[in-house]
């Protein structure tokens, strides 16, 4: 089992910067692929950002704005939003995937105002 809890999510103005946190905890492998979902109002879940390894990839929104990145040591997933504009504002939550099992967290909200 692999627990976890995101954190850093809240309120910017478009232009503004947030970063997310996901502590990992349980039997979390530095194999397992991590990422990002996120889920607007009314819309369906959406693919944002994932990481294996060293590779990472990005939806074409986000390119250039957001950076995923994994401190092993610390089992903590973090996506520096950069740039943030009124679409991005969403529901935001981690996913790990390990040995085929998937794992989610319990969401964090993200509101961009202009």
């Known amino acids: 089992q692999v627990q976890l809890v995101e954190s850093g999510g809240g309120s910017a103005q478009a232009g503004g910067s947030l970063k997310l946190s996901c502590a990992a905890s349980g039997d979390i492998f530095s194999t397992c692929e991590m990422g990002w979902y996120r889920r607007a109002p009314g819309k369906e879940r959406e693919w944002v950002s994932s990481?294996?390894?060293?590779?990472?990839r990005y939806r074409f929104s986000v390119q250039g704005r957001f950076t995923i990145s994994r401190d092993y040591g610390k089992n903590t997933l973090y996506l520096q939003m950069d740039n943030l504009n009124i679409e991005d504002t969403a529901v935001y939550s981690c996913?790990?995937?390990?040995?085929?099992?998937?794992?989610w967290g319990q969401g964090t909200q993200v509101t961009v105002s202009s």
């Open positions: 990481i294996d390894g060293h590779r990472t």
């Open positions: 996913w790990a995937q390990c040995e085929g099992d998937d794992y």
